[in-house]
């Protein structure tokens, strides 16, 4: 049974650099002990028994080669960093991309529903519960044990492949499967048990996105929305602006990892909640398009309050377009007449709004063509340039071409500037996996439905893990 085991976790952790900077010792328990207090003196007073991972020190000591205690303490040495480096994230508030926190909240649920079960005719179940207690305060160590355990010990095994999976906070649905198998290139299967649901998680946290195939989930997801919505070149332009090109130069300037997970989450709450209202209003757009508007609307949320001049030439397009404008409903939402959304810096995000919806939909790119424009000092030559919405695109377009610049001369910038970017650069990171999601959402709505008709039919206890005999 182990051996079994040995081989499909080793399939995740062979290749893993993290890995490969440990130490391991082998031999007896005296002489592993003797040898551990003469490089970490004062550590521990506890002897080696079975084996120890000392996980700041990348160094682990095992006594007892048998296959499961050498499974069980790779499997410490393997998880040690990802699940440190989570949760001292979280801590911080830094972003975490959306896979990961699935996969540790997937994780922590099981944890939790393992915890409350009567397992008292199982003394490794037992044994594992008071470890996880034992924890209680060090969320890394208890993960880590846990998931050690799960994986290593042929009774949890056994245990873990009879517990059936029920709850919809655990079971992943076929769309994020493909998904994550397309993006990290997972080839494990949640299965319908908490073992084979465990090592599937394992594999998600252990993994990075690999750039072939982020391109290949990137056309794929293109392709779909073209199916469902019609092919829409302008759309296209817009994604691959702000969603592939933008952020692949936002990457040079910041760090996506270090992003305020509160900034970021600010900058995707105002975006959503504009597009709703939008919506509301009764400008029509689909999910494609709703998308969009949100990386547009985050980009000229953080590019206008940083670039002075593009806010001066927003500003009097915006006050031109509203002179000219009809009384109706559309306008009396851009206008803010209806209420005005605050931002974090107490302005509105009507111009952003603006902005973003002349990008994006174009029965509003239409209607501002036929508005004339405000006396502004224009590009000489372009037979455009008394049109709103020419002019709106010219500003979207030089607030990307000035963060493109800034990207390339790696000019210094204060913290404030810095800390808007990197929380613009995650959020247009999050926006593109919400819009892969919905392309599979859209893919899978055969499957989507007979899930819902299955949850429906569970009922009461769709909540609950239990245990098959």
Same mark, same amino acid.
């Not at 003797?34 to 120890?52: I, M, N």
């Not at 040495?77 to 001292?88: F, K, L, N, S, V």
């Not at 199982?122 to 969320?139: F, V």
């Not at 042929?154 to 906070?169: A, F, N, Q």
């Given at each position: 049974?182990?051996?079994?085991?040995?081989?499909?976790?080793?399939?995740?952790?062979?290749?893993?650099?993290?890995?490969?900077?440990?130490?391991?010792?082998?031999?007896?328990?005296? +002489?592993?002990?003797?040898?551990?207090?003469?490089?970490? !003196?004062?550590?521990?007073? *506890?002897?080696?028994?079975?084996?120890?991972?000392?996980?700041?020190?990348?160094?682990?000591?095992?006594?007892?080669?048998?296959?499961?205690?050498?499974?069980?303490?790779?499997?410490?040495?393997?998880?040690?960093?990802?699940?440190?480096?989570?949760?001292?994230?979280?801590?911080?508030?830094?972003?975490?991309?959306?896979?990961?926190?699935?996969?540790?909240?997937?994780?922590?649920?099981?944890?939790?529903?393992?915890?409350?079960?009567?397992?008292?005719?199982?003394?490794?179940?037992?044994?594992?519960?008071?470890?996880?207690?034992?924890?209680?305060?060090? !969320?890394?160590?208890?993960?880590?044990?846990?998931?050690?355990?799960?994986?290593?010990?042929?009774?949890?095994?056994?245990?873990?492949?009879?517990?059936?999976? $029920?709850?919809?906070?655990?079971?992943? #649905?076929?769309?994020?499967?493909?998904? %994550?198998?397309?993006?990290?290139?997972?080839?494990?299967?949640?299965?319908?048990?908490?073992?084979?649901?465990?090592?599937?998680?394992?594999?998600?946290?252990?993994?990075? !996105?690999?750039?072939?195939?982020?391109?290949?989930?990137?056309?794929?997801?293109?392709?779909?929305?073209?199916?469902?919505?019609?092919?829409?070149?302008?759309?296209?332009?817009?994604?691959?602006?702000?969603?592939?090109?933008?952020?692949?130069?936002?990457?040079?300037?910041?760090?996506?990892?270090?992003?305020?997970?509160?900034?970021?989450?600010?900058?995707?709450?105002?975006?959503?909640?504009?597009?709703?209202?939008?919506?509301?209003?009764?400008?029509?757009?689909?999910?494609?398009?709703?998308?969009?508007?949100?990386?547009?609307?985050?980009?000229?949320?953080?590019?206008?309050?940083?670039?002075?001049?593009?806010?001066?030439?927003? *500003?009097?397009?915006?006050?031109?377009?509203?002179?000219?404008? !009809?009384?109706?409903? *559309?306008?009396?939402? %851009?206008?803010?007449?209806?209420?005005?959304?605050? @931002?974090?810096?107490?302005?509105?995000?009507?111009?952003?709004?603006?902005?973003?919806?002349?990008?994006?939909?174009?029965?509003?790119?239409?209607?501002?063509?036929?508005?004339?424009?405000?006396?502004?000092?224009?590009?000489?030559?372009?037979?455009?340039?008394?049109?709103?919405?020419?002019?709106?695109?010219? @500003?979207?377009?030089?607030?990307?071409?000035?963060?493109?610049?800034?990207?390339?001369?790696?000019?210094?910038?204060?913290?404030?500037?810095?800390?808007?970017?990197?929380?613009?650069?995650?959020? %247009?990171?999050?926006?593109?996996?919400?819009?892969?999601?919905? +392309?599979?959402?859209?893919?899978?709505?055969?499957?989507?439905?007979?899930?819902?008709?299955? #949850?429906?039919?569970?009922?009461?206890?769709?909540?609950?893990? $239990?245990?098959?005999?």
């Amino acid at each position: 049974m182990v051996s079994e085991n040995f081989q499909t976790t080793g399939c995740t952790i062979k290749n893993d650099p993290q890995f490969k900077d440990y130490s391991f010792y082998f031999g007896s328990s005296e +002489a592993l002990t003797a040898l551990r207090d003469r490089d970490f !003196p004062g550590l521990t007073d *506890k002897p080696v028994q079975q084996g120890q991972t000392i996980t700041s020190k990348k160094v682990a000591y095992i006594a007892n080669t048998s296959p499961e205690t050498l499974l069980h303490e790779i499997l410490h040495t393997y998880t040690a960093g990802r699940i440190e480096d989570y949760y001292a994230d979280k801590a911080e508030g830094k972003h975490v991309p959306q896979y990961m926190e699935q996969a540790f909240g997937r994780l922590e649920k099981l944890m939790a529903d393992f915890r409350s079960m009567n397992v008292s005719d199982n003394k490794a179940a037992t044994t594992l519960q008071s470890e996880l207690s034992r924890y209680q305060d060090d !969320p890394v160590a208890q993960m880590s044990e846990f998931i050690s355990w799960f994986l290593s010990n042929p009774e949890l095994i056994e245990l873990g492949k009879e517990i059936e999976v $029920r709850s919809p906070l655990v079971r992943v #649905a076929q769309k994020v499967i493909g998904l %994550l198998r397309r993006v990290l290139g997972i080839k494990t299967d949640p299965g319908k048990n908490m073992f084979s649901n465990i090592r599937f998680n394992l594999d998600v946290i252990s993994r990075l !996105p690999k750039q072939d195939k982020l391109e290949e989930a990137s056309a794929r997801t293109r392709t779909i929305f073209d199916q469902v919505y019609g092919q829409d070149k302008d759309l296209d332009q817009i994604e691959q602006q702000y969603m592939t090109r933008l952020t692949q130069y936002l990457d040079r300037i910041t760090d996506t990892q270090q992003a305020s997970n509160g900034l970021t989450q600010k900058l995707l709450a105002q975006a959503g909640k504009a597009a709703a209202q939008a919506r509301k209003a009764g400008f029509k757009m689909n999910d494609r398009e709703v998308l969009a508007f949100q990386a547009v609307h985050a980009v000229m949320s953080s590019g206008m309050a940083m670039n002075g001049s593009a806010l001066r030439q927003a *500003k009097r397009i915006y006050g031109g377009a509203l002179e000219v404008a !009809p009384d109706n409903k *559309k306008w009396a939402f %851009l206008s803010g007449r209806n209420g005005r959304r605050k @931002v974090q810096t107490g302005q509105t995000d009507l111009l952003a709004t603006f902005v973003a919806l002349s990008q994006v939909n174009s029965d509003f790119r239409e209607e501002l063509s036929d508005m004339d424009a405000p006396s502004m000092r224009l590009v000489k030559d372009d037979p455009n340039q008394g049109q709103i919405d020419h002019l709106l695109t010219r @500003v979207a377009n030089s607030i990307i071409n000035w963060m493109t610049r800034l990207s390339i001369s790696r000019k210094s910038m204060g913290t404030t500037a810095q800390s808007q970017l990197d929380a613009l650069s995650a959020a %247009l990171v999050e926006v593109k996996d919400r819009r892969a999601t919905r +392309a599979e959402e859209l893919a899978h709505k055969g499957v989507q439905a007979a899930n819902e008709r299955l #949850a429906g039919y569970m009922g009461s206890d769709a909540g609950e893990c $239990r245990i098959l005999r």
